[in-house]
């Protein structure tokens, strides 16, 4: 119902909800509910035979959106959010440690991978956020380590010139999390 928020976001969020958030006019909670199910929709590991895209200025945009909102929610909010993430990058990292994985099925596996990526940066910028707001960030950091374990070494070495806009976006998008945390 409510997918593909990610098309609309920059403008849409920042003329429309931004200012209902300032004011407090809307239900956050309710909010980054539905802002994290349409990311939770773009996440889902499929088996097909092509790659996940991620555009910094639409699927980036979207990340940062639901890592403000989620620093702006309540804990139980925080709560079902982690769950699905660490549910999330529980089944990456099934397929990234199966052996030969990578030969099998190629496709499944860099999304795996790709994806382990997308939630490592989400978990950086729900980091960024949730300092500005001066609220814990000890579960975000346990799941920000755990993401990072199957990503960083590689990513770091394989993607600053990789071919793929995705990978190089997913990157620009990381650094930008990590300036804004340092």
């Known amino acids: 119902p409510h997918q ?24 956050l ?21 092509s790659s996940v895209c991620f555009d910094q200025w639409r699927e980036g945009q979207n990340l940062k ?8 929610a309540g804990e139980e909010q925080h709560e079902e959010i982690l769950k699905q993430l660490k549910l999330h990058l529980k ?3 099934r397929v990234l440690q199966q052996p030969l994985a990578n030969t099998v099925n190629w496709y499944k596996w860099d999304n795996a991978f790709v994806l382990s990526m997308w939630i490592y940066v989400l978990t ?4 960024y956020f949730l300092n500005s707001e001066n609220k814990e960030t000890c579960d975000i950091q346990r799941l920000s380590d755990q993401a990072a374990k199957f990503v960083v070494s590689r990513a770091l ?8 806009i995705t990978k190089r976006d997913l990157l620009k998008l990381l650094d930008e999390a990590e300036l804004g945390l340092s």
């Open 4 to 27: 593909n928020l990610c098309r609309t976001t920059p403008w849409f969020f920042k003329e429309v909800l931004a200012p209902l958030i300032e004011g407090r006019k809307v239900n």
């Open 29 to 49: 909670d309710e909010m980054c509910a539905v802002w994290f199910e349409d990311l939770f929709s773009l996440i889902e590991l499929n088996s097909d035979i």
């Open 65 to 72: 959106i639901c890592a403000y909102l989620f620093a702006l």
């Open 91 to 93: 089944q990456y990292q």
């Open 124 to 127: 950086k910028w729900m980091l």
């Open 157 to 164: 070495l394989e993607w600053r010139d990789s071919p793929s």
